[in-house]
């Protein structure tokens, strides 16, 4: 009924189980979305795609390697799937552990159509802003890139919030020559005010230079 | 005529000169006979007496002690050639030769013809012409009358006296050869009791002794030196001799008893033993008993003491012998009875009044009291089975109940058999009666073990259904997470404008499969809840254990452990209760996963193999990567209650082992050459397909 769109959010089914993956395989597909089906989590390590899924619908537990297992390696190699957790019985203990480590949801077999897709849902627009904030992050990278090594040494010190004539006297040059590297880092990184290179800095995980 | 006077008168003195001359020599010779025999001294005194008599005839006849009968004998010897038996005569009709004996003195008798002397007592052929007769006296007793007669010229006072002398010399021989020969007579006689006594002592083993009444031999027959094993050419043994020969453990019995004898003077009687030098012992029994002096004093004591060796050997054996049946009886809980025809009891066994509880003492019950104590319910069936003996003479078995007056029950087993006679006519019924009770009992106890069993492993199985209800509801829940969301999805794709058929098709297909798996799972879990063994029935052993690996799938996922199977292809169908040998399975398969609990450094693997050993049979193994087992422990596993479990129930094993064996097969654990341990099970190949191939030529 739609057309298949590379746009369209692919969701990740690993469970060992065929009833249940075959299941929930139909299900997310006829809601819309694209599915690709693991039967454990070595499979979908070793996934040959290169595009991530949008959301990571897991078994509790899998044969060789438990779902949270899985969850954590992910999050080891920076690989930041939103994670929708179904297991055969209500575990309290393995949930609380699963919700802590950011997923999603943490959902009963025979699982709800409404719960699940809403679970999908909203793991996909996670999947949408931290795609989102990546890529903002990544613009930001690419402009600080751009700065001389004076140039990130004055804004380290700026962000830090000592003044002109503060910088000028720790790094053993004029104020005058601090005005003109404090404008250009502005510049290069498109900061409207010093709040905003604060908050930038932040984003790119440069840390004040308080001693 | 003078001179024929004087010659005739010469003639006379010459003649009485040597008549004085041979009454001498006669008496010498007389004298010189005294060691002949009688006969011959009579016969040769009575010869002299007709040679000095001038006679022709001598006769002698013995007067009887009241001087009523006379026997007569005859003489000389030549008038006797008729063999003249002795004349009998009674003395009022002798005739008148015992004139001598009525008269009681010598008779002469001149006168010519004396043709009636023999009235009476003559024998024939003998005429008397005269006679003269002298009686014998013994003191004022005439014991014997001798006569002479038929001299050529008549008898005279000379006569008399010669035959009186010659008869007093011969009667005093006679006296005293009679003397000799009632002596000797005597002698022989005792000489002949002396010997039966000895004979009889020897043959009743009865010795015979008297002592001075302190125990100082003074007489021991020749049996009693036999049983006391003395040689009589010893002489008597002394006291001491004697005592050393009595049993150590029955002296005092044997001095206490002869101590009141002699202290009271009465009998004394004891049995004891004695023992002989060689170390035999034997039993004798002695009386004794005190002989008393004129003033009432003890002289001596006399008595017997017989050898009852013999006797004690075989009232022990008997003794013994009834010992032994008794407690063979008693043993085997058999006890013996007889009856006459009409069931009157006439012999019950001690081991039969105790089956019965009736006291012995009480004597033999009578027919209705034996009956009163079995089962009212019994009683029909126990009678039959008498009359059948009785009625139809054969042999006949029952088994009944008898209720003891406390309430108890006894189970017994009863045989009766029929004793016939000659003319084949009921005599008696003999029989015996086990209590058969605690038989009885161990079968109600056998049945009830088996229920237990049974019951057991049914525990057994729905505890480990309980272990594994996390597990199996997992299970359940897999095909009907499936169904649920196929179903969801096949309405997602009825819905809207342009339902799409084929995936809602395929998604229903699915829904269909998956309820299928779920019931499945839920019929496996009901079979292995029963409570009733199934029947036996042919089996693939692969596909028994896979069915049951679901059930426990989800508890090995939440344990980490691996389970594989590497089943052979051609494994044996074999014979067995599907639902037990799955219980088994299951039983190996969770020990193994809990034995695997602690393992972190290593995969937790649960490896289960089947493969045919023999040519008719197949092996099972669980192998697990675990702890292992401690020798220890790996010889108690199998028992029942063992266990290493804070939770557990130590059946498991044992429980396995019993199915095993129940289907003629094997259960045994070995260590593995890693770490962990296998358990093995064998079961024999089916063997109806055997049965069922052609016979090889």
Redesign the interface.
Do not use: I
């Given at each position: 009924?739609q057309n298949p769109r590379e746009s369209r959010p692919v969701i990740a089914i690993v469970d060992d189980?065929?009833?249940?993956r075959?299941?929930?395989h139909?299900?997310v597909?006829?809601?819309g979305w694209r599915a690709e089906t693991f039967c454990s989590a070595q499979e979908f390590l070793a996934r040959t795609r290169a595009e991530a899924p949008s959301c990571l619908i897991l078994d509790l537990?899998?044969?060789?390697l438990?779902g949270l297992d899985l969850q954590k390696r992910l999050t080891a190699i920076d690989l930041e799937i939103p994670i929708v957790f179904l297991t055969?019985?209500g575990d309290i203990p393995a949930s609380v552990q699963a919700m802590k480590a950011g997923a999603i949801e943490f959902l009963t077999?025979?699982?709800d159509?409404e719960n699940l897709v809403r679970a999908i849902q909203e793991a996909i627009e996670r999947d949408r802003r931290t795609r989102q904030k990546h890529a903002e992050i990544h613009d930001l990278q690419s402009r600080y890139d751009t700065l001389t090594a004076r140039e990130r040494e004055v804004m380290q010190q700026v962000i830090s919030g000592l003044l002109n004539k503060q910088v000028a006297a720790e790094m053993n040059i004029t104020e005058f020559t601090v005005k003109i590297h404090r404008g250009r880092v502005m510049r290069k990184m498109r900061a409207d005010s010093l709040a905003g290179l604060v908050r930038m800095a932040e984003s790119l995980g440069i840390r004040s230079h308080k001693r | 005529m003078e001179t024929a006077k004087d010659i005739t008168e010469r003639q006379r003195v010459e003649e009485a000169l040597s008549l004085n001359e041979l009454q001498v020599h006669a008496l010498l010779q007389l004298h010189e006979m005294a060691d002949q025999p009688m006969q011959m001294i009579i016969d040769f005194a009575l010869e002299k007496a007709i040679e000095l008599t001038r006679s022709k005839v001598c006769y002698l006849a013995f007067v009887n002690a009241d001087e009523t009968v006379l026997t007569m004998h005859l003489w000389p010897k030549a008038q006797r050639a008729a063999e003249l038996a002795p004349q009998i005569n009674p003395l009022a009709e002798a005739g008148r030769w015992a004139e001598a004996v009525r008269q009681r003195q010598p008779v002469i008798a001149n006168q010519d013809a004396l043709p009636n002397c023999f009235e009476t007592g003559a024998p024939d052929g003998v005429e008397l012409m005269r006679h003269m007769d002298v009686p014998v006296f013994e003191g004022e007793r005439i014991v014997a009358v001798a006569g002479v007669g038929n001299k050529e010229t008549p008898y005279d006072e000379n006569d008399v006296r010669q035959l009186m002398l010659l008869l007093l010399g011969m009667w005093r021989l006679v006296q005293r050869k009679q003397g000799e020969d009632r002596l000797r007579a005597t002698a022989d006689a005792l000489r002949r009791s002396e010997a039966y006594l000895v004979e009889a002592q020897r043959l009743t083993h009865t010795g015979s002794w008297a002592d001075d009444g302190t125990g100082r031999p003074l007489y021991w027959s020749e049996e009693l030196y036999r049983i006391f094993g003395f040689d009589p050419q010893q002489g008597l043994p002394t006291r001491d001799q004697s005592l050393e020969r009595i049993h150590q453990e029955d002296l005092d019995k044997f001095l206490h008893t002869f101590e009141t004898a002699i202290r009271q003077k009465v009998d004394a009687e004891l049995e004891y033993r004695i023992m002989l030098p060689d170390g035999s012992v034997k039993y004798v029994h002695t009386i004794g008993h005190p002989v008393l002096n004129a003033d009432g004093e003890l002289a001596e004591l006399v008595g017997t003491t017989v050898d009852i060796t013999a006797r004690k050997r075989a009232e022990e054996t008997l003794r013994r012998s009834q010992a032994y049946l008794a407690e063979a009886e008693r043993l085997t809980h058999t006890g013996s009875f007889a009856g006459d025809s009409t069931t009157q009891p006439l012999y019950w066994s001690e081991e039969l009044y105790r089956t019965f509880g009736f006291d012995p003492q009480q004597g033999l019950p009578t027919r209705d009291q034996p009956l009163e104590r079995i089962h009212p319910e019994d009683r029909d069936s126990f009678l039959q089975a008498f009359s059948r003996v009785i009625d139809q003479r054969v042999d006949s078995e029952v088994e009944y109940r008898i209720v003891l007056p406390d309430g108890a029950i006894k189970w017994v087993h009863g045989i009766g058999h029929p004793v016939l006679n000659a003319n084949g006519e009921l005599v008696e019924v003999i029989g015996t009666t086990v209590d058969i009770t605690e038989r009885k009992h161990a079968e109600e106890e056998r049945v009830r073990l088996h229920q237990l069993e049974t019951d057991l492993e049914h525990i057994n199985r729905v505890s480990i259904m309980g272990e594994l209800t996390?597990s199996i509801?997992?299970e359940v829940?897999?095909?009907?997470?499936?169904?649920?969301?196929?179903g969801?999805?096949?309405l997602?794709?009825l819905a809207?404008d342009?339902p799409?058929i084929e995936?809602a098709r395929?998604?229903a297909r699915?829904i269909v499969?998956?309820g299928r798996?779920a019931a499945e799972i839920i019929g496996r879990i009901r079979a292995l809840t029963k409570r009733t063994a199934m029947p036996k029935g042919e089996l693939d052993l692969n596909e028994t254990i896979r069915e049951i690996l679901p059930l426990v799938g989800?508890e090995a996922?939440?344990k980490?452990v691996?389970i594989r199977t590497c089943f052979g292809n051609d494994v044996f169908p074999v014979l067995g209760d599907r639902v037990q040998l799955q219980q088994v399975v299951l039983n190996l398969v969770m020990n193994g996963i809990e034995a695997m609990n602690t393992i972190a450094d290593r995969a937790r693997e649960l490896l289960i193999t089947s493969r045919n050993t023999d040519p008719d049979q197949v092996e099972v193994t669980v192998e697990d990567s675990g702890t292992g087992l401690d020798p220890d422990a790996s010889a108690r596993i199998f028992d029942a209650f063992y266990t290493t479990k804070p939770a557990g129930m130590g059946m498991g094993l044992s429980i396995c082992r019993s199915i095993l064996q129940a289907h003629h097969g094997r259960l045994w654990a070995t260590a593995n050459q890693g770490p962990g341990t296998t358990f093995h099970f064998t079961l024999p190949k089916e063997q109806l397909e055997a049965d069922a191939e052609p016979p090889r030529v």
């Open positions: 009924m189980d065929p009833s249940v075959e299941g929930l139909s299900l597909r006829s809601a537990q899998l044969p060789d438990s055969g019985h077999k025979p699982v159509e | 996390a509801a997992h829940n897999q095909p009907l997470s499936g169904v649920v969301s196929n969801s999805a096949c997602r794709w809207g342009t799409n995936e395929e998604t699915r499969r998956d798996r989800d996922k939440k980490s691996m």
